[in-house]
């Protein structure tokens, strides 16, 4: 019996501190999987690499030129396999199609894409919920006992969200007593500080 207790009480503690550690920790070293925008063009990047490559031959360019695009050709095909194919393809049939308005938009759109990262909060929530899951599938008392402690940091995790954004909101619409809002929470810990503001640029 103490060995389940263990095992699902271990479990539920470490989704727990890895919930923390994405929230505190911030996730700029995470990415979400690639959308349809970026395969599509990681494709036309190979597309456009060939035609590069086909164009320099054909016309005759230095051997080094054509060297270059050759090799960038087989470069973007590692781009392709990384990405995967996208479910629906980008006319690139010619040099035109390729150098369309619509590809630019395309390219202009996946750098949006490439920018974005995952929400903190978020990502802390869903990590949380696995970690009740998880405790849920051990069942008994001490699967019980994990999944209600897992709920519970989440409740908190909720509330400490919306207190921070009913808080900077209050700053905002309410710039004379700001001064006053900051003395109020002077005596905070560096610890507490360094935490709130980390939330805060999430």
Not at 11 to 30: N, Q, T
Not at 101 to 125: C, G, H, K, T
Request: proline share 3%; hydrophobic share 45%.
């Amino acid at each position: 019996m103490r060995r389940v207790f263990w095992g699902s009480f271990r479990a539920s503690l470490s989704f727990c501190i890895l919930a923390f550690v994405f929230l505190f920790l911030g996730c700029e070293s995470f990415r979400f999987a690639p959308s349809q925008r970026q395969k599509q063009l990681a494709w036309l990047h190979n597309r456009t690499a060939l035609a590069a490559a086909r164009t320099a031959r054909s016309e005759g360019a230095s051997a080094e030129l054509q060297d270059l695009t050759g090799l960038a050709e087989l470069q973007s095909r590692a781009f392709t396999a990384y990405f995967g194919l996208p479910r629906e393809f980008p006319a690139a049939e010619t040099v035109d199609d390729i150098l369309s308005e619509s590809n630019r938009q395309v390219a202009a759109l996946a750098i949006e894409d490439s920018r974005a990262r995952p929400n903190p909060w978020d990502l802390a929530d869903a990590v949380l919920e696995l970690g009740i899951g998880i405790s849920a599938l051990l069942g008994g008392v001490y699967g019980a006992r994990a999944a209600k402690f897992l709920k519970d940091a989440r409740a908190k995790s909720r509330a400490l969200k919306e207190i921070i954004a009913g808080n900077e909101l209050f700053k905002k619409n309410n710039q004379p007593q700001v001064e006053a809002f900051k003395q109020a929470h002077a005596n905070q810990s560096p610890q507490t500080r360094q935490i709130v503001a980390q939330l805060k640029t999430g």
